[in-house]
């Protein structure tokens, strides 16, 4: 047997006895096979002897009949067992929700974290192996760039050694020139006659004004930053803490944080460091490798790598379909990636061999751009001139389309007109757009940021804003060239007009910045590239 009220085991011949033990219980005995069938109500909690019969869901205790009608008068009262069965009924959904959706998303998340930590172990040591394997390339890189800066030493010393000993040259033939001025002298003073004192002129003051003194200097040698800009380096992921990261069976993805960066001052005046004259009879686009080399194409189908400081032609590479590239841009491995119109075709140049990345349908690429994350940006035009779109990559898969604004009206103009393309340290996506005379800028999701359509007055020939090459700078600054004025705009990120590069500029076309924030342009009709400073 087994009594429901106190909670005890009980043979038959004990329960006699166990209803006399306390007679204030009302004892329920049951077959042992059915015990605890029997529900227990609390006690009264201001009166443990009683039972609470009531429940006060003001005060959520259990209360008796004699509390009702004192501490707990006029709260909003509910019979103990209707109350129980609610609560019952919400811990089975609650257990129900625990067992069928919350336990298995811990399980799923836990299995997440222990699969991107197996990856993660995967990846590291696949990164490992690719340094070490890049040991040897690296050593290569830095034997090579030793030879560059020797042989460029050498240069700077011999010239400024023929500077010298030019000067030298000069001093010398002065002095003999005095010596011998100092010997006729004598010679005219032990002579008697009258006639060669008279006629001797005095040199004395031509010799006086003492020749300008030359002065040669060594260049700076600064091998942090030439090691910097010639080897690669790893860069440091911020550690990222969401609260609601995760969600039932999803994980929410956060959008990329915005870049930031010392603030530089310009120039009052931009300044033409280097001119390189690329032999192209019109000259198109400009793209940075490292701060000492430049690619470059013009009109033919040959695309140029120059060394920037010796102005040398390093390599020529020609398209693969032998048409002239519509634009070009160095990806974020420092390979060669270039548009060609005519093929419909994106093509990346990698060991002087070019694959073909892209192919595409019913459209044509104009603009293209490698973004910090490996990503290309291509802007492209309809075969029938009525639509373009900007279309993001990564390798050959579409990854996204940016073409019409929230209006669902186009962002940019159509027809064969070029177009070209930058991304911008805060991840906008910036288009010069030619047809439409006008720079339209878009947030990494797409959405309109603004236009820019030039600034009035424009310097030399006061023509309509006329925008081909775009690029942006480490402050975010948005670079575009205007054509007809024979100059460049810079305007910030939000738009809004900053000032003019002039420079003696003929026709801009194409632009780039290298990781100093020197700006190179391209000139159509002089076939020069210009490196112009603009920071201090």
Not at 222 to 229: G, S, V
Not at 234 to 253: A, R
Not at 452 to 472: D, E, L, M, V
Request: aromatic share 6%.
């Amino acid at each position: 047997m087994y009594c429901d009220t106190c909670l005890v085991n009980l043979c038959k011949a004990c329960v006699g006895e166990h209803f006399s033990v306390d007679l204030s219980k009302s004892h329920k005995i049951v077959d042992f096979k059915d015990r605890n069938s029997t529900l227990l109500c609390p006690k009264c909690t201001s009166h443990d002897k009683e039972t609470g019969e009531m429940y006060c869901c003001e005060c959520d205790v259990p209360v008796c009949s004699g509390c009702i009608s004192t501490d707990h008068l006029g709260h909003n009262l509910m019979k103990i067992m209707q109350t129980h069965d609610e609560k019952r009924d919400n811990l089975i959904k609650e257990q129900v929700e625990l067992n069928n959706k919350i336990f298995p998303t811990y399980q799923d998340i836990a299995s997440d974290v222990q699969n991107r930590m197996s990856q993660l172990e995967k990846e590291y040591g696949e990164l490992s192996t690719t340094i070490t394997k890049h040991g040897e390339d690296w050593h290569g890189e830095i034997d090579k760039l030793v030879m560059e800066l020797r042989v460029e030493v050498d240069e700077m010393k011999k010239s400024q050694l023929q500077t010298l000993q030019k000067h030298l040259d000069e001093i010398n033939k002065n002095i003999h020139d005095i010596k011998d001025e100092i010997t006729l002298i004598g010679t005219v003073l032990n002579s008697t006659d009258n006639a060669n004192t008279l006629s001797m002129p005095s040199k004395a003051d031509v010799y006086k004004a003492l020749p300008s003194k030359v002065i040669v200097s060594l260049p700076e040698f600064n091998p942090k930053e030439l090691l910097a800009d010639h080897l690669f380096s790893l860069t440091p992921i911020p550690k990222k803490s969401d609260d609601h990261g995760y969600q039932m069976k999803t994980t929410e993805k956060t959008p990329e944080a915005r870049f930031s960066s010392a603030i530089k001052k310009m120039f009052t005046e931009p300044h033409t460091v280097t001119t390189i004259d690329t032999g192209y009879e019109k000259l198109y686009n400009v793209a940075s490798l490292r701060k000492k080399e430049i690619w470059t194409n013009g009109i033919d189908n040959k695309m140029k790598l120059f060394n920037v400081i010796q102005k040398s032609l390093l390599k020529s590479i020609r398209t693969k379909s032998g048409n002239t590239p519509e634009d070009i841009a160095v990806t974020k491995s420092g390979d060669l990636v270039y548009t060609d119109y005519s093929a419909r075709t994106v093509n990346l140049v990698k060991n002087e061999k070019t694959e073909e990345v892209i192919r595409l349908k019913n459209w044509i690429p104009h603009g293209v751009s490698s973004t910090s994350s490996g990503d290309l940006l291509v802007i492209m035009g309809s075969d029938d001139k009525k639509q373009s779109k900007v279309v993001r990559y990564s390798g050959s898969t579409e990854k996204q389309t940016i073409q019409f604004d929230d209006k669902g009206k186009p962002l940019y103009s159509s027809g064969r007109y070029n177009r070209f393309i930058a991304e911008n340290r805060n991840l906008d996506i910036c288009v010069s757009d030619c047809a439409a005379n006008a720079v339209v800028v878009v947030n990494q999701a797409g959405k309109l940021n603004f236009r820019y359509a030039g600034h009035t007055p424009a310097p030399k020939k006061h023509k309509p804003f006329s925008p081909r090459g775009i690029t942006t700078d480490s402050q975010s600054h948005i670079l575009t060239a205007d054509h007809n004025n024979h100059c460049v705009h810079i305007i910030d990120q939000d738009g809004q007009f900053i000032r003019y590069i002039d420079c003696g500029l003929s026709k801009p076309w194409g632009l780039c910045t290298d990781t100093s924030d020197n700006l190179f342009v391209a000139q159509w009709k002089n076939g020069q590239v210009k490196k112009i400073k603009y920071y201090q």
